[in-house]
């Protein structure tokens, strides 16, 4: 028997108080050193762009943003584990590129692990290039650090 494609639709909506426990346990299951409760509450208090990709009740994935005088920062964006490979990060990349737009901004800044290709692999193909390092920039393990590629993107 053949499987049948179902087209999922998605929405975004704000991070609010009701889904973030759905995003913390995304943001435990995606990474060894995940971002905490705090983390996420003083983004949403400090005005940061932070949109949720949902279906029906399914968290699909997540952004955090930092808006700058004429660029955006992205803090945080996480598809869920068992949500990856099939195109929510770069829905989630456009819809940032376009709110970034609509913001005045002219660059998309981004850090990423040194060790995590496949997100950089996914940057790179939506047009991010490298242009720096930030040594010792991420935790990693007890008491060693990791660098970040710093990326970014023209708009």
């Not at 930030?134 to 007890?142: C, I, N, S, T, V």
Request: with cysteine; net charge negative.
């Amino acid at each position: 028997m053949n499987a049948v494609f179902q087209p999922v639709e998605a929405e975004f909506e704000p991070l609010s108080e009701a889904r973030l426990e759905a995003v913390l346990a995304v943001e435990e299951q995606a990474y060894d050193h995940p971002w905490t409760r705090g983390n996420f509450t003083d983004s949403v208090r400090a005005g940061y762009q932070a949109q949720l990709l949902v279906a029906g009740k399914q968290l699909l994935g997540y952004f955090v943003a930092m808006k700058g005088v004429d660029e955006v920062h992205l803090l945080n964006l996480t598809v869920a584990p068992e949500c990856q490979g099939q195109g929510w990060g770069r829905v989630m990349l456009d819809a940032l590129a376009q709110w970034a737009r609509g913001q005045g901004a002219q660059w998309l800044w981004l850090e990423v692990r040194a060790s995590n290709q496949r997100a950089q692999l996914i940057y790179t193909r939506h047009g991010y290039r490298k242009v720096g390092e930030r040594k010792a920039y991420y935790p990693d393990g007890p008491g060693g650090r990791e660098d970040a590629v710093v990326m970014s993107l023209k708009l």
